[in-house]
C-alpha cells in the first residue's frame, strides 16, 4: 500500500497491489469505512465539508479484482478553497483585493505546534513554511489507508475473517475494557459500538464522553482516549517467529503507531500483564469442544482452545485460532483554539502556536482506521501464508489447511 496526497491538495490516492484476482470489490463497502472514519463526536468543520468516496482507478473491471495494482482516489472537496496556496506550479501574486480567505491560506505557516510534526518536519527537510509538513503529516491521510483496509476487509471476509472495533476511554471516561476473556461477544459489542456517536458500547459511558467531549470544547481544549480492535475467524497459523520482523504482533504494532496521533499500543492485556503472576498471565490449553469465538477447523469435532485470552490471540508473533486483540491509546489532538507557547520561525520570538482547523475528539475516527490497518496486516500475513494468485485458490489452500487441522 502506497499513499499520496496532501490535507488540502487535489485528493489522496492510494495504491494497493498483490489483492488476488477474482476478489468481488464492493465501492459501496469502501466508501461505507470512508464515511464511519468521518462520523463521531467531537469531529469538526472539516467532517461536514468532505464526503469521502473512493473512485477506483485501475486494477478492478466489471466488479472483480484482476490481480494487478489498484488504484483508489479520494478527492479533497475543501481543495477549490485552497487551489492557489497547495497548487503544484509556481502561481502569480494574489491580487490586493482578493479574498480575504484565500490571503489567508497563502501565508506562510511559521509557528509550530507543540505536540504536531511541524517544527521536528521543518527542521529536518529545511523549510522555513511549515505548511510544506503539516500538510502531509495531517491525520487526512488516513482516509487513504482506511480505502485501503476496506480492500483488505473484503479479502478477509472471503475466508471469514472480519474486524470489529469500539472505543473505551475519552478522557477521564472509562467503559469496561477488554479483560482478557475468551467469551467476549466482540461482534455485539461492535453492533452496539455502531449505534452509539463516540463508538462506544455503553450507553452510560456514551453520555458521559459527549460531556466530556462538550466541557473540552467549551474549554478551547482536546481529548485523547483508548480503543479497541478485534479480529474474529482468524486461524492459528498467521505470522511467524523465525525472524523478529516476521513475528505478528511487532508488525500489527508498528501498523498502529503509524496512526497519527497514537502514543501506545497493548496486545492482549499488555501492560497488565507486568503486573501479575505468570499463573494469572497466560491462557492455558485444553482440549475438547472448542467454544464459539475459537477458530475451529471442524464444529463437529474436538479441539485445542483455551479459557482465556490474555494474550490477545497471538503467541511468539504467531496467531492462536482466538480473537486478536489490539488496543491503542491516541493522545489529544494537538491544535488547540487556545493555542500552546511555541516560538515564531522567522523572528525567534515567543509566539502562540499556529491554528489550523480542528476536532475536539478524533478518537472514534481512530478506531475506525485501527481496523482497517488491522485488516491490512491480516490480509497481508493471509497471503504470505497461503498464497494465490486468485481468490479461488487462496479459499483452497485456507480449506486444505483447515483439513488438515483436523486430522490432528
Not at 62 to 91: C, F, K
Request: some cysteine; glycine content about 10%.
Amino acid at each position: 500500500m502506497l499513499t499520496a496526497g496532501e490535507s488540502h491538495g487535489p485528493a489522496l490516492t492510494v495504491i494497493v497491489e498483490g489483492v488476488p484476482a477474482g476478489l468481488a470489490l464492493s465501492p459501496e463497502a469502501i466508501d461505507r469505512e470512508l464515511r464511519r472514519r468521518q462520523e463521531g463526536y467531537g469531529r469538526g468543520q472539516r467532517m461536514r465539508i468532505e464526503q469521502d468516496r473512493a473512485r477506483i482507478l485501475s486494477g478492478v473491471r466489471q466488479g472483480m479484482t484482476l490481480g494487478s495494482p489498484i488504484a483508489l482516489q479520494v478527492e479533497n472537496r475543501d481543495y477549490p478553497h485552497w487551489a492557489h496556496t497547495m497548487a503544484p506550479q509556481v502561481q502569480p501574486e494574489q491580487e490586493p483585493g482578493a479574498e480575504a480567505g484565500a490571503r489567508w491560506r497563502s501565508r506562510p505557516v511559521t509557528r509550530p505546534r507543540p505536540g504536531h510534526a511541524d517544527l521536528a518536519g521543518a527542521l529536518k527537510f529545511g523549510f522555513t513554511d511549515v505548511r510544506n509538513v503539516l500538510e502531509r503529516a495531517s491525520a487526512r491521510e488516513t482516509a487513504a489507508r482506511v480505502a485501503a483496509g476496506a480492500v483488505a476487509r473484503q479479502l478477509l471476509a472471503a475466508v471469514g475473517i472480519t474486524v470489529v472495533g469500539r472505543v473505551v476511554r475519552i478522557g477521564p471516561v472509562e467503559a469496561d475494557p477488554f479483560d482478557g476473556s475468551a467469551e467476549l461477544d466482540w461482534a455485539e459489542l461492535a453492533r452496539r459500538a455502531e449505534a452509539s456517536p463516540v463508538r462506544c458500547a455503553s450507553e452510560t459511558a456514551t453520555r458521559a464522553m459527549m460531556e466530556a467531549i462538550d466541557q473540552a470544547r467549551r474549554d478551547g481544549d482536546t481529548l485523547g482516549g483508548i480503543f479497541e480492535v478485534a479480529a474474529l475467524g482468524v486461524m492459528p497459523g498467521l505470522g511467524s517467529y523465525v525472524q523478529w520482523d516476521r513475528r505478528l504482533d511487532a508488525r500489527l504494532a508498528a501498523a498502529f503507531m503509524s496512526i497519527p496521533g497514537v502514543k501506545g499500543v497493548e496486545v492482549g492485556l499488555g501492560f497488565e500483564l507486568a503486573s501479575r503472576p505468570g499463573s494469572a498471565a497466560h491462557d492455558p490449553i485444553l482440549y475438547g469442544p472448542v467454544p464459539p469465538l475459537q477458530w475451529t477447523p471442524s464444529p463437529e469435532a474436538p479441539g485445542y482452545f483455551r479459557p482465556s485470552n490474555r494474550a490477545g490471540g497471538l503467541e511468539g508473533g504467531v496467531t492462536t485460532g482466538q480473537p486478536v486483540v489490539m488496543r491503542a491509546a491516541m493522545k489529544p489532538l494537538s491544535t488547540l483554539m487556545r493555542p500552546l507557547a511555541t516560538v515564531d520561525m522567522a523572528s525567534h520570538e515567543p509566539a502562540e502556536a499556529a491554528v489550523e482547523r480542528s476536532d475536539v475528539c478524533a478518537v472514534p475516527s481512530a478506531a475506525v482506521v485501527g481496523e482497517a490497518m488491522m485488516a491490512w496486516v491480516l490480509a497481508e500475513a493471509l497471503l504470505e501464508k497461503f498464497g494465490g494468485d486468485s481468490v479461488e485458490e487462496l479459499r483452497q489452500a485456507v480449506e486444505a489447511y483447515r483439513r488438515r487441522l483436523a486430522r490432528r
